[in-house]
């Protein structure tokens, strides 16, 4: 069983930064899509950003311009570069991944989609 181990979170003052580090246990998974989904206290699971295996990138409109993900296929490490924190990101961070080289537009926002999931790592933005 193929396992995603986040690592990375903490709190942090608005405005600060943060970086999020995923390692699949099985190093063929960083060459799949992957991505990041959050759930804050009361909400839902929200997609956050994705890069599939040709190194596209697709962000939700609430983080885009703020968040860069990217990978590190020789340290089979997924990244989230997180900056300009608001209140709002606080949530606990999801790294997933799916057995597919990318997934659509109307698709990858779907949790249902992914198979594979970390268990979580917290991010506390405090105003």
């Known amino acids: 069983q193929v396992q995603l181990a986040e690592s990375g979170g903490g709190s942090v003052q608005a405005g600060g930064s943060l970086r999020l580090s995923c390692a699949p246990s099985e190093k063929t998974i960083i060459e799949n899509c992957m991505g990041w989904f959050r759930q804050g206290p009361g909400k839902e699971r929200e997609a956050v950003a994705t890069?599939?295996?040709?190194?596209?990138?697709k962000y939700a409109d609430s983080v885009n311009g703020r968040f860069s993900v990217s990978k590190d296929n020789a340290e089979n490490t997924l990244l989230l570069r997180m900056t300009q924190l608001k209140p709002d990101d606080t949530a606990m961070y999801y790294c997933a991944a799916v057995q597919a080289a990318w997934l659509s537009a109307d698709h990858w926002t779907d949790h249902r989609r992914w198979h594979y999931w970390g268990q979580g790592t917290q991010v506390t933005v405090s105003s």
């Open positions: 890069i599939d295996s040709y190194g596209g990138t």
